[in-house]
């Protein structure tokens, strides 16, 4: 995978006073100048020095537009991001399974009611190995960008999520035990271990056959993601302000987020974002967040209504802002890579590294006072991410 580098200022400007120069003497046009910058960039790939190579390229896009130089350069610097691209997400996508592996080796015995430590060992030495043989195969028939492994992980998490998600609503696997001193609701233990393995496979098929049948960017695949965790945190809140209880609020939480995850499909593709943006507008979305639990706390909201419709409502007032104030960013060069910032505090790839971890919104149980737990509005915090 080749490593961005800047063009040496002295390579501009010797480069530069060569095109002057020559241009004193046979008054070229930029088409002319272009030309000649051309010639440089393919001197510069003959030597191997494709780095500088297609830096130049993207100086002639910008210097230079609407002449052939240009059209050429653009053509050439598509196809080397293309080939960078093409197998950039195969590391990941491995890394996704393996880890998805140990999580059915425990999630299927525990779905079977197992109680013996014997089928979770079994499980744990079958899962692993299992998930990282079925990916590298995998990877290694068919081209995986980094867009299309978050697309397949990201759909594995959301089908599992789903799962338990509707399983709770629908109350599957529930029975009503009735005597002679009343009726009462026996909850299975299994159940929505059942209901995350379902879930999680139906999402990791669909997953695969949608990234089979087109390519998919990297920034689309980040708006995806971003847009149902925002979905779910908004369908909680309108739950909440709802005055929706029980199977009624569980159910606003995975409804926002199918709802808001269908929008983002259409949006990406009219919006073509970057995964720098995405994430820079989200944090600005949960910095909003942050800043109205801040005034529940100082203004001691008691009340339950306003104590999450200041923070929903300072949140939009942060995604918002964030839109607009990276309408012009230079983030565009870190989409293939995700280098703009990171979504866990300690990173395990191109070396090991101390970050500040990425918010999202999510949905956490938390204990009411009588005693019962109710889902509301939360912020969760990646603290590992590694990447082999």
């Known amino acids: 995978m080749f490593k961005r580098v800047r063009i040496p200022v002295w390579a501009v400007s010797l480069v530069c006073s060569l095109v002057a120069s020559s241009s004193l003497y046979a008054q070229e046009t930029p088409a002319d100048t272009a030309a000649i910058l051309m010639s440089v960039v393919r001197t510069l790939e003959a030597e191997g020095r494709t780095e500088l190579a297609e830096e130049l390229l993207q100086f002639i896009i910008e210097r230079y537009p609407g002449t052939r130089a240009a059209e050429e350069a653009a053509r050439r610097v598509a196809a080397l991001r293309g080939v960078r691209q093409a197998g950039s997400g195969r590391v990941e996508l491995i890394v996704w399974t393996t880890t998805y592996g140990v999580f059915l080796g425990l999630a299927i015995p525990a779905a079977f009611g197992a109680d013996d430590p014997e089928p979770y060992g079994a499980g744990l030495l079958i899962g692993g190995p299992l998930g990282f043989l079925a990916s590298s195969i995998y990877s290694r028939h068919n081209s995986m960008s980094s867009g299309q492994a978050r697309v397949i992980s990201f759909a594995t998490q959301w089908g599992a999520w789903q799962g338990v998600g509707w399983q709770q609503v629908l109350e599957i696997g529930d029975r009503e035990i009735c ?22 496979l139906a999402g990791l098929g669909a997953g695969v056959v949608l990234t089979r049948a087109r390519d998919i960017p990297a920034g689309g695949a980040e708006l995806a ?44 593709r009219a919006w073509h974002p970057t995964s720098g943006r995405v994430r820079l507008i989200s944090i600005a979305g949960v910095a909003g967040a942050a800043a ?56 395990f790839h191109d070396g090991v590294r101390l970050a500040l971890p990425t918010p999202l919104p999510t949905a956490i149980p938390a204990m009411t006072a009588e005693g019962e737990f109710r889902w509301r509005p939360g912020i969760r915090l990646t603290l590992l991410d590694a990447r082999f």
Do not use: M
């Not at 971003?226 to 739950?239: E, I, M, S, T, V």
């Not at 909440?240 to 029980?246: G, N």
């Not at 008691?302 to 995604?319: N, R, S």
């Not at 918002?320 to 309408?327: I, M, S, Y």
């Open 292 to 347: 109205g639990l801040g005034l529940d706390l100082l203004l001691n909201v008691d009340d339950e209504k306003p104590a999450v419709l200041i923070p929903t409502a300072t949140a939009t007032v942060g995604l918002v802002a964030g839109a607009l104030l990276t309408r012009n960013g230079k983030d565009e060069r870190t989409d293939s890579e995700g280098r703009l910032s990171s979504s866990a505090l300690l990173n």
């Open 179 to 200: 005597d002679q001193f009343g009726c009462s609701t026996e909850t299975s233990d299994e159940a929505p271990w059942t209901a995350a393995v379902v879930g999680s």
């Open 225 to 268: 993601r971003h847009a149902a965790l925002w979905g779910a945190w908004y369908g909680l809140a309108a739950g909440v302000l709802a005055d929706a209880e029980d199977d009624a609020l569980l159910t606003a939480a995975p409804l926002g987020g199918d709802i808001a995850l269908l929008g983002a499909i259409p949006a990406a």
